[in-house]
C-alpha cells in the first residue's frame, strides 16, 4: 500500500513541477516570438529572416542538378541503343543508311 501512496504524492509533484516548467519555457518561447513579429517605429515590417530556407534550396538545387544530369545520361543511353538499333535493321534489310542522317533527343547545355 505503501506503493500506491508515493505514486499519488511523486505524480502530483511531477505534475506541479512539469507546469511550472513548462509554463516557463512557454512564457521565454512567447516572449521571443512576440518581439520577432513587433512592428517598428517606422510602421514597416522587416522581411523575415530566412532560417533553413538557404539549406532547403540548396538541398533543391543539388537534387535538380542530380537529376537534370542522370536524364542526359538516359537520353544518351537511349540514343545509343536507337542507334545500335538503327544498324541492325540496316544490315537486315541490305541496305545501309548513311551515318549523317541521324536523329538525337539531347538537352542544351547551359
Sequence with gaps: MSNR????GG?????ILGGIVGGAIG???GAKLAEDN????NGTRPEPRPRKLKKRQFAEQ???????RS???KIAQLNEAIDDV???LSHVNGTAVEETESVSVGVEES
Excluded: H, S, W, Y
Design 86 to 88: 538503327r544498324q541492325q
Design 38 to 41: 513587433k512592428v517598428p517605429e
Design 11 to 15: 505524480f502530483l509533484l511531477g505534475t
Design 71 to 73: 536524364l542526359e545520361n
Design 5 to 8: 501512496d508515493n505514486f499519488a
Design 62 to 68: 543539388a537534387g535538380m542538378e542530380t537529376a537534370r
Design 27 to 29: 512564457a521565454i518561447v
